[in-house]
């Protein structure tokens, strides 16, 4: 039986991308009437166009710009434990083909049908974040449906990110099921890497790049690796494991820095990997002027841009990366550049970084485009979800 909700009326004329197929409806899209007022953040509601069309189910929220975010085209759908574990158990099938061990992102959002929720999972350990109040208000919902599909040991919520402001959401990181996990050991690339999802940043662990290091390890063969940005080591020790000879971690966290250190203990390459705290930027130049250069040097920085009026200033820091990275790059070596800034777009991520290698005066070829693995799909009517870049370049 459908489930009653309030109807959300979309201005006549307006809608045009959620008529097309996306899920969002922004708020000037909307009739914002005394009923739409009333409603708390996250409600669900039924959205139709102004000549009577329904749109389907949504999950509501009048305090900000994406006012709906479309969860089916069904109106009436009830968004209750079966709805959760039903879109869980149809995201897990597809990361269960192409993964042999359950080491990936379960949920990534609106690509998987659950707009602003995303679910990484460590083995029996998952690792969460709400990036919308119509999850929020649901996290006892989801919590069951995440036990009930996966049966695991402990969900944690990462909920302490910038994007939640938006939403009208606090900041917190609690755990909703389970002991605390501590670190957790998992494998990637041949190596086995270290990752604390109550702790470390973001979820714990960045699986969107697990691709992009198996690629930049086919360069690694012999040659000394400099990854800066390195996090908990994710390029460098695919790297070794790849036959690289030495590897130099550069980043401004410790406890980043520290889980590092621990994966290459636990992979056998601790006589190999070097870990320097430093600001990248100021280590780059260090080098510079010293003369130290690597075959294979990966930049993956955190996003420059968190919002739209940072797209200029972020723009010159990919320029001023990709020229300080491509220095530090021996003759005939290879350079990996990353963004996860969504705000940035490929086309001008490309030319930035395009800019600053030839800055630095260094012939290139681009070998490689990418974007993030395929545990991270894109919705395809939200080509901007697609955050990630990945350009890999061949110097002279
Ligand atoms: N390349 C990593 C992910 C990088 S995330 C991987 O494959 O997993 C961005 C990293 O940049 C974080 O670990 C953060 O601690 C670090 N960082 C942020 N600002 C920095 C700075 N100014 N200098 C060095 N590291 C920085």
Redesign the pocket.
Known sequence: MATIHPTLKVKPREGKRARAGSPWIFSNEIVMDAEMKALDPGEAVDVVLDDGTPLGTAIFNGKTLIAARLVSSEPGIALDADFFAARLARADAIRARLFATPFYRVAHAEADGLPGLVVDRYGDVLSVQMGAAGMDVRTDIIVAALRRVFEPRAIVLRNDFQARTLEGLPSLTALAYGKEPGEIAFKENGATFLCDPMTG?KTG??YD?REN?AFAGRFAKGLSVL?????????ALAALAAGASEALC????EK?LGLAGKAASASGFEAKLGLRK??????LDDMAAQGVKFGLV?A???AFAKSRKDIEPAARAYRKLARAAAAAVEPGGTLVL?S?SHHIDAARFHAECAAGIHQAKRPARLLRSSGADVDHPVHPHLPETAYLKALVFALD
């Open positions: 940043q662990w960045f790049q290091r990854d800066v940005f390195s996090h908990a080591g994710g390029f550069i980043d401004a966290s980043a430093a600001d990248a930027f100021e280590a990966i993956d920085p955190p990353g996860c």
